[in-house]
């Protein structure tokens, strides 16, 4: 019997969090969906957090992705925008943690990296290289679900290598351990 594997990939912004499904059967991947959710219509920060919160769920609770890898936040000067993209992140890997699914986060380079061969690669080609790998007819307007979409693809390029190029964590207890300087313990 053949394994088949789902893959989720978010792409987290308090703007817009794109993400999207890959599904692998004997080591073939193909597109399950790809979208984004709007999130500037809202000014409210907490809302756009219970927003992204409740999306991720939802898309674990309708596909049942099998392990999440996710963009982690790139390192800019803005230090407010880190913050909400680290929120943003957070609130996404809380909603994998609590369903109990893997999840393994990636640099934005070394997700272009997988897809393009360029860890310098831009937006738009990393989208065509997406649509030319999984036969995308049409590509989004907005690149953000298609960032969601190439961070499910590098997860299942790097699958198997014992060293993923990211930090892994298979639910809270993992999370706690790896990151016990960042836990408060009372």
């Keep these: ?22 599904k692998i059967v004997s080591k073939k991947m193909s597109l399950v969906q790809l979208n984004e959710l709007q999130l500037n219509k809202y000014s409210d920060h907490y809302l756009k957090l219970k927003l992204i919160f409740e999306r991720t769920i939802e898309l674990i609770d ?13 390192f800019g000067k803005n230090v407010q925008s880190m913050l909400k993209l680290g929120r943003a992140q957070g609130v996404a890997m809380a909603a994998g943690l609590s369903r109990e699914v893997p999840i393994t986060e990636y640099s934005p380079k070394k997700i272009k990296m997988a897809i393009t061969g360029n860890g310098n690669a831009t937006k738009e080609q990393v989208a065509k290289m997406l649509q030319s790998l999984l036969q995308i007819k049409t590509l989004p307007k907005n690149l953000d679900s298609t960032d969601g979409l190439a ?18 964590y298979s639910g809270w207890a993992s999370f706690v351990k790896q990151n016990e300087k960042r836990v408060k313990k009372g």
């Design 62 to 74: 309708t596909y049942h992705p099998d392990e999440i890898a996710i963009e982690a936040p790139f």
């Design 1 to 22: 019997m053949e394994q088949e594997k789902i893959i989720l990939g978010i792409d987290p912004g308090t703007t817009i969090m794109g993400f999207g499904l890959i």
């Design 151 to 168: 961070a499910a693809v590098c997860h299942f390029y790097n699958m198997g290598k014992s060293d993923l190029g990211g930090k892994s």
